[in-house]
Nanobody
Framework: QVQLVESGGGLVQAGGSLRLSCAAS????????MAWFRQGPGKERELVVA????????IYADSVKGRFTISTDYAKNTVYLQMNTLKPEDTAVYYC?????????????????WGQGTQVTVSS
């Protein structure tokens, strides 16, 4: 069993930055692939970025490449999402998730544990 708790969301103006955190308890998350997903109003949940369990491979959504960066602190069992140059279309609830799958899975159904989500709102 893994428990995930996100934090760091909030309201920011377009062009600003936020850093989301996802703290994991239970089994060390180095045993899992990790990902950030988001779900905007009226939209399906979509992958933002995924990272494999060794941290050697990442997959970013085209819409966030060059602006968002995932990082991990295995000592703290925490994964971060640094979000720069935010746009109104980044407004969504952001979720972290873990997967027992190989590589860096892209689909929500491949993830076994989810956090409760944190709201990010970008004003224009």
């Amino acid at each position: 069993q893994v428990q995930l708790v996100e934090s760091g969301g909030g309201l920011v103006q377009a062009g600003g930055s936020l850093r989301l955190s996802c703290a994991a308890s239970g089994r060390a998350f180095s045993a899992y692939a990790m990902a950030w997903f988001r779900q905007g109003p009226g939209k399906e949940r979509e992958l933002v970025v995924a990272i494999n369990r060794s941290g050697t491979s990442t997959i970013y959504a085209d819409s966030v490449k060059g602006r968002f960066t995932i990082s991990t602190d295995y000592a703290k069992n925490t994964v971060y999402l640094q979000m720069n140059t935010l746009k109104p279309e980044d407004t969504a609830v952001y979720y972290c998730a873990t997967s027992r799958g190989l590589g860096a899975p892209r689909e929500p159904g491949q993830y076994n544990y989810w956090g409760q989500g944190t709201q990010v709102t970008v004003s224009s």
